[in-house]
Nanobody
Framework: VQLVESGGGTVQPGGSLRLSCTAS????????MAWFRQAPGKERLFVAA????????DYSDSVKGRFTISRDNAKNSVYLQMNSLEPEDTAAYYC?????????????????WGQGTHVTVSS
């Protein structure tokens, strides 16, 4: 199983970034996918999740309305479009996968994790 994130970088406040995560080694279309983030010296926190069909999504209150999670099962990929970025969004962002045939978008119990991609929001 492998999850590889990309798209991180440095952006000014108010800017946008799009993170990508490409999966391999498992049946991507049967898994809920999610993004988490971890700021320096802090715990890893849930950001967003999307069900295997893409029909169910969930967002943390801190990103709701600014971030959008999406997926392309044909490309084994999940994305996080981040708009109106704030310095508080600075963190390492991790992609995660959880087998869920019930088409849910939970915040816990993820089995597989990527290595992360760094996002810095600074002027």
């Amino acid at each position: 199983v492998q999850l590889v994130e990309s798209g991180g970088g440095t952006v000014q406040p108010g800017g946008s970034l799009r993170l990508s995560c490409t999966a391999s080694g498992f049946t991507f279309s049967s898994f809920t996918m999610a993004w988490f983030r971890q700021a320096p010296g802090k715990e890893r926190l849930f950001v967003a999740a999307i069900s295997w069909s893409g029909g169910v999504t969930d967002y943390s209150d801190s990103v709701k309305g600014r971030f959008t999670i999406s997926r392309d099962n044909a490309k084994n990929s999940v994305y996080l479009q981040m708009n109106s970025l704030e310095p508080e969004d600075t963190a390492a962002y991790y992609c995660a996968a959880d087998y869920d045939p019930m088409d849910g978008a939970g915040r816990f119990g993820y089995d597989y994790w990527g290595q992360g991609t760094h996002v810095t929001v600074s002027s």
